[in-house]
């Protein structure tokens, strides 16, 4: 997922190391460039499914991929800066919270008051991901605006977002994402470290995405 990213998440998907995007699946409007250097993951959420794998061929030897769709998160700051945190990527904390409009008193590409205390004053934001037939990824802030985009489609039992690939699993109306291992001590370039943060905020891990419809 991919602009609005660190858009589970509103991310900028700008690996212009603006990292506008971390807040949104970050906070932008596209997923981390090629230059990402993922020593995280193969690369980036840039490339187009392969004809042999994309979501057109599965459909064409069974039924719609399940995953079709629009899928409905919450972003709560609690949670965004502890996962931050535990993956060492709190460089990343304050574009998150920010980008994501956690913090109503803080404009877009504001700073906050106290980087100490980033969840002072914060709220929960609705977020979402939509993926559709033809393979196109994107994400929605709280206001129904698109904020990532990209390509996915379904490797084996991986779900792949760009180059990015996430475990997945569907009960009914709720959609989990397990984000790709990232190994930060390998992580040597701000853009590799943000492909890292970009996958977390995408997946939000352990929060479930439930089936719904975010409108401008």
Do not use: Y
């Not at 602009?3 to 900028?12: D, E, F, K, Q, S």
């Not at 906050?112 to 037939?133: E, I, M």
């Not at 699993?169 to 943000?194: M, N, Q, W, Y």
């Amino acid at each position: 997922m991919a602009p609005n990213l660190l858009a589970g998440v509103r991310i900028t998907i700008a690996v212009t190391i603006a990292v506008a995007v971390v807040a949104a699946c970050g906070a932008g409007s596209a997923s981390p460039s090629a230059t990402a250097q993922p020593t995280v993951v193969p690369s980036t959420p840039s490339s187009a499914p392969s004809p042999a794998s994309s979501p057109a061929a599965s459909t064409a030897t069974g039924a719609k991929p399940a995953i079709v769709g629009e899928w409905i998160g919450v972003h709560d700051c609690e949670r965004i800066v502890a996962m931050l945190k535990a993956a060492k990527l709190d460089e990343f904390i304050e574009e998150s919270v920010v980008g994501n409009g956690l913090i109503p008193d803080v404009p877009e590409g504001g700073s906050l008051k106290d980087p100490a205390h980033p969840c002072a004053g914060a709220v929960q934001q609705r977020h979402s991901h939509f993926f559709t037939a033809a393979g196109a990824f994107g994400s929605k802030d709280a206001h129904g605006f698109q904020v990532d985009d990209g390509k996915w489609q379904i490797q084996g039992d991986k779900l792949v977002i760009g180059d990015q690939p996430f475990g997945f699993h569907i009960e009914g109306d709720a959609l989990t994402l397990t984000p790709p291992k990232v190994d930060i001590s390998k992580c040597t370039t701000k853009a590799c470290r943000f492909t890292a943060a970009w996958v977390l905020m995408v997946a939000m891990p352990g929060q479930p995405w439930t089936r719904g419809t975010i409108s401008p």
